[in-house]
């Protein structure tokens, strides 16, 4: 029933930007705090972004910060995620997750999108 659906990924060059959109449905979107993570060949799953209900609180990874944007639109049931300056490490599949509360660890979310990969070429 709950669906997300991640789109917006894609190949770049370093230094170039992407937005990464996720559309829920099944769901009561506003009741939910959304995150972004990302996870790379061999490596875990990493928290990327999150965001509360009203999109008042915004967390980032630290390597993210200045860099990345996680923004809401609760009319469109749609977080985004808005990547600039993009380098090479930031190449993984980007996965969309809703959850009861804003959190960093993958296990307090619910619900998972399919992921959307994104590939920034040196």
């Known amino acids: 029933q709950v669906q997300l659906v991640e789109s917006g990924g894609g190949l770049v060059q370093a230094g170039g930007s992407l937005r990464l959109s996720c559309a829920a449905s099944g769901l009561t979107f506003s009741s939910y705090s959304m995150g972004w993570f990302r996870q790379a060949p061999g490596k875990e799953r990493e928290f990327v972004a999150g965001i509360n209900w009203s999109g008042g609180n915004t967390y980032y990874a630290d390597s993210m910060k200045g860099r990345f944007t996680i923004s809401r639109d609760n009319a469109k049931n749609t977080v985004y995620l808005q990547m600039n300056s993009l380098n090479p490490e930031d190449t993984a599949v980007y996965y969309c997750?809703?959850?009861?509360?804003?959190?960093?660890?993958?296990?307090?979310?619910?619900?998972w999108g399919q992921g959307t990969q994104v590939t920034v070429s040196s």
């Open positions: 997750a809703a959850g009861l509360e804003l959190y960093y660890r993958p296990g307090r979310y619910d619900y």
